[in-house]
């Protein structure tokens, strides 16, 4: 059955994926997927919606880290399960089951990218909601897997499958399983949050990416949809090369040139950690990560991104704002507060969504993402490079 190899989806609150411990969600220690974004979070019958993935994995470019490859991260997606029993994604199991050969249905393997169109009759087919003032709606699910080697499309017992070199099925660290909904309306729309910067301890700084930019930088980073290659040069203790020093607790010193000419993503630069540049701040000299230097980390997001939930709005009889958040990761360095309220269904934007970054203890480059969120399905992120260098 399909159902054992999505547990991992039944348990996310929004897209999937497994944490291979009891580490606060916002620490990157392994693969992960952060988000998918649609670019029609509501889309109309008959529309194709195009969907990209947001992921991260802090070894990947590490060379001997001793999971399934340092070369690339393979991706796997799966769609064509609309309408399903109980509006559940455990309704599909039934779907790909009838279908038989789930290689006939809309599929991908080792792209960021994939797009799923919908039915003209999605929503025309579906019986009446027994509250008259809900609006008529239809969804459609997408599945999606990352595989720390390569991903298989079909499985013994499941949609994927995930093996090391040597055969071995591979666990949660490496293989990552999850799902997102496309939901669809006659009349209303959902656009993304737009994220227009970000700053460290109230002052503007360079971002490495935004939105689509942070896709074609990560393809480059983790090898997707290129041929696995030998792996980038490491530094000292297994990073790439960082003049001061690589990082010692798991975080991985992606560099920002990875390649990318200026067109791509003119703003890509390390920062230099000078003049005062915010981006770079003490190492830690303690070793109890909370009560290490704290600095604060804040995605900026325009304040017309908090649109009327005009679902809500046609079901209460009153205005309802979205309800909007931001998740904020590192892959050193320690977060708290980590999940930050954007907008309040009722009470509306909330300035305060920075969350505190405690210092790293060691010396190096690292990455802090965020991403802003709504409750029907938008979402924009970003990622910076910070530093942390020497205390004086």
Same mark, same amino acid.
């Given at each position: 059955?399909l159902r054992?190899?999505?547990?991992?989806?039944?348990?996310?609150?929004?897209?999937?994926?497994?944490?291979?411990?009891?580490?606060?969600?916002?620490k990157?220690?392994?693969?992960?997927?952060?988000?998918?974004?649609?670019?029609?979070?509501?889309?109309?019958?008959?529309?194709?919606?195009?969907l990209?993935?947001?992921?991260d994995?802090?070894?990947?470019?590490?060379?001997?880290?001793?999971?399934?490859?340092?070369?690339?991260?393979?991706?796997?997606?799966?769609?064509?399960c609309?309408?399903?029993?109980?509006?559940?994604f455990?309704?599909?199991?039934?779907?790909?089951?009838?279908?038989?050969?789930?290689?006939?249905?809309?599929?991908?393997?080792?792209?960021?990218?994939?797009?799923?169109?919908?039915?003209?009759?999605?929503?025309?087919?579906?019986?009446?909601?027994?509250?008259?003032?809900?609006?008529?709606?239809?969804?459609?699910?997408?599945?999606?897997?990352?595989?720390a080697? +390569?991903?298989? &499309? =079909?499985?013994?017992?499941? /949609?994927?499958?995930c093996?090391?070199?040597?055969? #071995?099925p591979?666990? $949660?660290?490496?293989?990552?399983?999850?799902?997102?909904?496309?939901f669809?309306?006659?009349?209303?729309?959902?656009?993304?949050?737009?994220?227009?910067?970000?700053?460290?301890?109230?002052?503007p700084?360079?971002?490495?990416?935004?939105?689509?930019?942070?896709?074609?930088?990560? +393809?480059?980073? &983790? =090898?997707?949809?290129?041929p /696995?290659?030998?792996?980038?040069p490491?530094?000292? #203790?297994?990073?790439? $090369?960082?003049?001061?020093g690589?990082?010692?607790?798991?975080?991985?010193?992606?560099?920002?040139?990875?390649?990318?000419?200026?067109?791509t993503?003119p703003?890509?630069?390390?920062p230099?950690?000078a003049?005062?540049?915010?981006r770079?701040?003490q190492?830690?000299t303690?070793?109890?990560?909370?009560?290490?230097?704290?600095?604060?980390?804040?995605l900026?997001?325009d304040?017309?991104?908090a649109?009327?939930?005009?679902?809500?709005?046609?079901?209460?009889g009153?205005?309802v704002?979205?309800?909007?958040?931001?998740?904020?990761?590192?892959?050193?360095?320690?977060l708290?507060?980590?999940?930050?309220?954007?907008n309040?269904?009722?009470?509306?934007?909330?300035d305060?969504?920075?969350?505190?970054?405690?210092?790293?203890?060691a010396?190096?480059?690292?990455h802090?993402?965020?991403?802003?969120h709504?409750?029907?399905?938008?979402?924009?992120?970003?990622?910076?490079?910070?530093?942390?260098?020497?205390?004086?």
């Open positions: 059955m054992s190899s999505l547990v991992c989806a039944l348990l996310a609150l929004s897209v999937a994926g497994c944490a291979a411990s009891f580490d606060s969600g916002s990157l220690k392994s693969l992960r997927v952060l988000a998918v974004k649609k670019d029609k979070p509501y889309a109309r019958p008959g529309e194709t919606v195009h990209q993935m947001l992921l994995d802090p070894r990947a470019l590490l060379p001997d880290a001793g999971h399934g490859s340092s070369e690339k991260i393979s991706v796997g997606w799966l769609g064509g609309e309408d399903p029993n109980a509006d559940s455990e309704g599909c199991l039934t779907q790909f089951q009838n279908a038989g050969n789930l290689v006939l249905l809309p599929h991908a393997l080792d792209t960021l990218d994939f797009s799923v169109t919908l039915s003209d009759d999605i929503i025309s087919r579906q019986p009446a909601p027994a509250n008259p003032t809900q609006p008529k709606s239809g969804s459609a699910f997408v599945f999606f897997a990352l595989c080697t +390569q991903v298989q &499309f =079909g499985g013994a017992n499941s /949609a994927f499958s093996q090391s070199p040597s055969g #071995e591979l666990g $949660p660290d490496d293989f990552v399983l999850g799902y997102t909904e496309v669809a309306y006659e009349k209303f729309r959902n656009q993304n949050p737009k994220v227009t910067g970000f700053e460290v301890d109230g002052q700084i360079d971002v490495d990416c935004v939105g689509d930019a942070c896709v074609a930088l990560e +393809q480059e980073d &983790f =090898g997707i949809g290129f /696995a290659g030998p792996s980038m490491s530094g000292p #203790e297994g990073g790439l $090369p960082s003049d001061a690589a990082l010692r607790d798991g975080g991985s010193l992606h560099e920002a040139s990875v390649g990318l000419d200026a067109s993503a703003q890509l630069m390390r230099t950690c003049n005062g540049d915010p770079c701040f190492a830690c303690v070793d109890d990560d909370s009560k290490c230097p704290k600095h604060t980390v804040n900026v997001v304040k017309s991104s649109e009327v939930d005009g679902v809500a709005e046609a079901i209460e009153r205005n704002g979205e309800q909007m958040w931001i998740n904020y990761y590192t892959d050193a360095g320690k708290d507060h980590d999940v930050k309220l954007l309040d269904a009722t009470t509306g934007w909330n305060n969504h920075s969350a505190d970054l405690h210092s790293p203890q010396l190096g480059t690292f802090v993402w965020a991403a802003a709504d409750n029907r399905g938008g979402v924009e992120w970003a990622r910076i490079t910070l530093a942390t260098t020497s205390p004086y």
